[in-house]
């Protein structure tokens, strides 16, 4: 399990910014730190559309903080830039649809009572820009919500 300290997994996966073909290499993303990437379950549900909005209203708070929000989840790049269009969401999120990031993150579960399989677990990463994990957040319950103030907090203390 990843903690505070750990170097964050290298990845690169399809960028879902409004437009297709774009990827997301961390270690290039890295000059922009602290970023902070959001890992949540499956868009257009009730509560990761909460979580998105609430990071989307508290934008300006991560920008004064110096940090950069992604969002992360196993739906496919189509889907995510329906869901940031519909939500007018303006920051990127990252298609994990091989569950690459979710896996090397071990932030997945399961519904099992719906018989869906490894999505992303509600998670909070802020990875500094020597590429380590500053701040490390998960939730075994789906329905719990990151502390916002505390990923602020967190993300300025990266910078």
């Given at each position: 399990?990843?903690?505070?300290?750990?170097?964050?997994?290298?990845?690169?996966?399809?960028?879902?910014?409004?437009?297709?073909?774009?990827?997301?290499?961390?270690?290039?993303?890295?000059?922009?730190?602290?970023?902070?990437?959001?890992?949540?379950?499956?868009?257009?549900?009730?509560?990761?559309?909460?979580?998105?909005?609430?990071?989307?209203?508290?934008?300006?708070?991560?920008?004064?903080?110096?940090a950069r929000i992604y969002g992360i989840?196993?739906?496919?790049?189509?889907?995510?830039?329906?869901f940031r269009e519909e939500n007018d969401?303006?920051?990127?999120?990252?298609?994990?649809?091989?569950?690459?990031?979710?896996?090397?993150?071990?932030?997945?579960?399961?519904?099992?009572?719906?018989?869906?399989?490894?999505?992303?677990?509600?998670?909070?990463?802020?990875?500094?820009?020597?590429?380590?994990?500053?701040?490390?957040?998960?939730?075994?319950?789906?329905?719990?919500?990151?502390?916002?103030?505390?990923?602020?907090?967190?993300?300025?203390?990266a910078a």
């Amino acid at each position: 399990m990843l903690s505070d300290g750990d170097s964050a997994p290298a990845f690169t996966a399809p960028l879902a910014n409004g437009d297709l073909g774009e990827t997301f290499t961390l270690s290039e993303r890295l000059d922009d730190a602290p970023l902070v990437l959001a890992f949540f379950p499956g868009a257009f549900s009730s509560v990761c559309t909460g979580e998105m909005r609430t990071f989307q209203e508290r934008l300006g708070d991560f920008a004064d903080a110096g940090a950069r929000i992604y969002g992360i989840s196993v739906d496919s790049p189509f889907a995510l830039n329906a869901f940031r269009e519909e939500n007018d969401l303006e920051y990127d999120l990252i298609s994990d649809a091989n569950h690459e990031i979710v896996d090397a993150y071990d932030a997945t579960m399961s519904f099992d009572e719906l018989g869906i399989d490894e999505v992303a677990q509600r998670a909070v990463f802020v990875v500094d820009g020597d590429g380590e994990i500053t701040y490390a957040w998960r939730s075994d319950d789906p329905g719990v919500e990151p502390d916002y103030d505390e990923v602020v907090s967190a993300a300025r203390n990266a910078a």
